[in-house]
C-alpha cells in the first residue's frame, strides 16, 4: 500500500515536472528551471515523508513556543 | 509597457474587503465573544478603529516607498542580506496564511457540510482552484473579484435583512457588566484577524493604479470590511446570545441556521457559505500569490508561475500538518496568533519605516510628488543604467499574451537588472538604488510587486476549550494526536 502511495506520489511530481518544464522551456529562464527543480525535489520529498508518517518539522508548533505565552500574557492582563 | 499588469483602485478596495472578511466572518464573533461576552459589538466597534491605525500605517509605508516593489524595498532599506532574510520570513509567513486558510476551508466542510469526505480531498479540490487563479495572475482575479463582490454583498443582505426581526435587546444586556478589559482583549482578536494580515498588501499595493487614491481605498475597504464583520457580530451576539455564540464554532454559520420566515424561507445557511467561500477564496489567492511573487523575486526569477505547483504540494501536505486538531488550532488563532502576526503586520512597517527614515531613503513628499519624482528617476536611471527594469518582464504567462510579447521585446533590457542590482551594493548607492527602482516600478507598472506576505491566517479564533469538548471532540481530522496534547500542556486559554 505505502509502496502505491508512494509511487503516486513521484507520477505526480511527474507530471508536474512535465508540465512545468515545458512551459519553463518556452518563455523561462534557467535560473528559473534550477529553481522550481530544487523546489519539486523539497516538495517531493517532504510529500514522501508525509505518507510514511514521519513527523514533519511544523512551524506552528515553535510559532507557539515563542508566542504562546506572550498571547497568554496580553489576554490575562486585559482581563 | 506598464499597464498590463496594473489593478484599478476599485478592484483593489474589493480584494482588501474580501480579505477582511475572508475567515473573519464565520470565526471571529465566537472569537470575540470569548472575551467580552455580550459587549462583543464594542470589541468590534473597538477593534476596527484600531484596525484603521494598522492601515494608516501601511499607508504611511507606501506614501514613502510604494513606487518600489516591496521585496526590492527590503533590500533597499535594510541592505542585501538583511533584507533577504526578511523577505524569505515574510515568504514564509504569507505561506504560513495560505496553509492556515486551506486548513479553515478543509475544517469548516468536513464538520458542517461534507462529514463523510475526507479533508484532503477538500484541499486538493480547492487547492486547485487557487492555483489556477494565481497562475492567470494580478490582474484577472481582482477582475473576478469584481465580478464576485456584488454577491457577496446581496447574499449578506439577505441574511441580515432575514435575521433581523430576531433580534433581542436582552442578549445585549448588562452592558459594560465586565469592565473595558475584556473589551480590549477582544478586540485585539479582531487587529489580530483580519488587520495585521493585510500587510500582504504592501506586495499588491505597487501595481494599484493611482498612488494616492489607492492609499485612501485601502483604509475605506478596511473600513467597510470591518463594518461588515461588526455587523455580523453584532447580530450573532443579539439573535443567539452571547453564551451559544461563544460554543458554537461557526456562530454566524449557526445564525443562518435559525432563519425561518413563516415556514416558508428556511435552510438558507448555504448563503451564508457561499458568502464564505468567495471571501476565503480570494484571501487564499492573495497570501498564495503573494508566497509565490515573493519567492519568485526573492530568487531573481522573472516570473513565479514555475513555482505554484510545488509550492502547492506543500501547501497540502502542511494543512494537514500544522494543526493537530481544530481545538488546537482555534487556541493557536486566539493566542498565540496576534502577537505573531504582529511582527510581520505591525514592527516589520514600522521598522522598515523608521531606517528608511534614517538612512533618508523614498519619497518623503506628499500629494503628487511621487510621480514627479519617479519620472525624474526614471529617466535618470534609464540613461545611466540601461538596465532598469527586468520585473517589467514578468509577465503573467497563461493570462496575457500581448503582455508575454511586451515581455520579450524588454527581455534584453531586464535582464541587466540583476546585474544592475548587485553592482550597486553598499549604503552608498542606497538612494540612487531606490530611485532606480521606483523608476523601474513606475516605469513599468508591471513590475512585480515584491511581496513579503505574512498574515494571513488567524481566522479560526473561535474555538475554546468549550467548544471544543461539546463539538468537535468527535471530529479531530488529524491523527496526531501526540502534538495535541503537547500543545495542550503548553497552552492553557486564557
Not at chain 2, 436 to 446: H, L, P, R, Y
Request: with cysteine; charged share 10%; proline share 4%.
Amino acid at each position: 500500500m505505502i509502496a502505491w502511495i508512494i509511487i503516486g506520489i513521484l507520477l505526480l511530481a511527474a507530471v508536474v515536472a512535465v508540465i512545468s518544464l515545458y512551459l519553463i522551456k518556452r518563455q523561462g529562464t534557467k535560473r528559473e528551471k534550477i529553481s522550481f527543480i530544487i523546489l519539486l525535489t523539497f516538495s517531493t520529498i517532504m510529500s514522501i515523508l508525509f505518507a510514511l508518517d514521519v513527523p514533519l518539522p511544523n512551524p506552528v508548533i515553535a510559532i507557539s513556543r515563542v508566542f504562546m505565552p506572550v498571547g497568554i500574557w496580553l489576554f490575562n492582563v486585559l482581563g | 509597457m506598464g499597464e498590463e499588469k496594473m489593478i484599478s483602485t476599485r478592484q483593489f478596495a474589493f480584494l482588501v474587503i474580501m480579505f477582511c472578511l475572508g475567515s473573519s466572518i464565520l470565526l471571529i464573533p465566537a472569537a470575540i465573544a470569548v472575551h467580552s461576552k455580550q459587549d462583543a459589538w464594542m470589541s468590534a466597534i473597538v477593534g476596527v478603529i484600531l484596525g484603521c491605525g494598522v492601515i494608516l500605517l501601511l499607508n504611511m509605508y507606501d506614501k514613502r516607498m510604494g513606487h518600489v516593489p516591496f521585496v526590492e524595498a527590503c533590500q533597499l532599506i535594510l541592505g542585501r542580506w538583511v533584507g533577504r532574510v526578511v523577505v524569505a520570513a515574510f515568504v514564509f509567513h504569507a505561506f504560513l496564511i495560505s496553509v492556515f486558510m486551506l486548513r479553515y476551508l478543509g475544517d469548516f466542510m468536513t464538520t458542517q457540510i461534507l462529514p463523510a469526505t475526507p479533508i484532503q480531498a477538500i484541499h486538493i479540490f480547492f487547492l486547485a482552484l487557487i492555483v489556477l487563479a494565481v497562475a492567470y495572475g494580478l490582474e484577472t482575479f481582482s477582475r473576478s473579484a469584481e465580478i464576485f463582490f456584488p454577491w457577496l454583498l446581496l447574499f449578506m443582505t439577505i441574511i441580515v435583512a432575514s435575521v433581523i426581526s430576531m433580534i433581542s435587546m436582552d442578549n445585549l444586556r448588562p452592558v459594560l457588566n465586565n469592565g473595558v478589559g475584556p473589551i480590549m482583549g477582544g478586540s485585539l482578536v479582531l487587529v489580530g484577524i483580519p488587520y495585521m494580515e493585510l500587510v500582504l498588501f504592501l506586495i499588491i499595493m505597487p501595481n494599484v493604479n493611482d498612488a494616492n487614491r489607492r492609499r485612501k481605498a485601502f483604509l475605506m475597504a478596511g473600513f467597510i470590511g470591518g463594518l461588515l464583520i461588526l455587523l455580523i457580530t453584532f447580530l450573532t451576539i443579539s439573535v443567539l446570545g452571547p453564551y451559544l455564540t461563544v460554543r458554537n464554532l461557526y456562530p454566524s454559520f449557526a445564525l443562518s441556521k435559525k432563519i425561518n420566515i413563516g415556514e416558508f424561507l428556511k435552510r438558507v445557511e448555504a448563503l451564508l457559505a457561499i458568502t464564505w467561500f468567495l471571501s476565503i477564496f480570494y484571501k487564499m489567492v492573495i497570501s498564495f500569490y503573494t508566497t509565490a511573487l515573493a519567492l519568485s523575486q526573492l530568487l531573481k526569477l522573472k516570473r513565479y508561475h514555475s513555482l505554484l505547483l510545488p509550492l502547492a504540494m506543500l501547501t497540502a501536505i502542511y494543512a494537514i500538518v500544522v494543526y493537530p486538531n481544530i481545538v488546537y488550532g482555534g487556541r493557536f488563532a486566539s493566542t498565540a496568533w496576534l502577537p505573531y502576526a504582529s511582527v510581520f503586520g505591525l514592527f516589520l512597517p514600522a521598522l522598515l519605516l523608521i531606517v528608511a527614515h534614517i538612512r533618508k531613503i523614498g519619497s518623503r513628499s506628499n500629494a503628487s510628488p511621487e510621480l514627479d519624482s519617479d519620472q525624474t528617476l526614471s529617466s535618470e536611471s534609464n540613461s545611466n543604467l540601461s538596465s532598469s527594469s527586468d520585473s517589467s518582464s514578468n509577465s503573467s504567462p497563461s493570462a496575457d499574451s500581448n503582455s508575454s510579447s511586451s515581455a520579450d521585446s524588454n527581455s534584453d533590457s531586464s535582464a541587466d537588472s540583476d546585474s544592475k542590482s548587485d553592482s550597486q551594493s553598499g549604503s552608498q548607492s542606497g538612494s540612487e538604488s531606490g530611485s532606480d527602482s521606483g523608476a523601474d516600478a513606475s516605469s513599468n507598472a508591471n513590475s512585480n510587486p515584491n511581496s513579503i506576505v505574512h498574515d494571513a491566517y488567524g481566522e479560526e479564533s473561535v474555538t475554546n476549550t468549550i467548544v471544543n469538548t461539546s463539538l468537535h471532540t468527535s471530529v479531530n481530522t488529524n491523527p496526531s494526536a501526540n502534538v495535541s496534547s503537547r500543545m495542550n500542556s503548553d497552552a492553557s486559554s486564557p
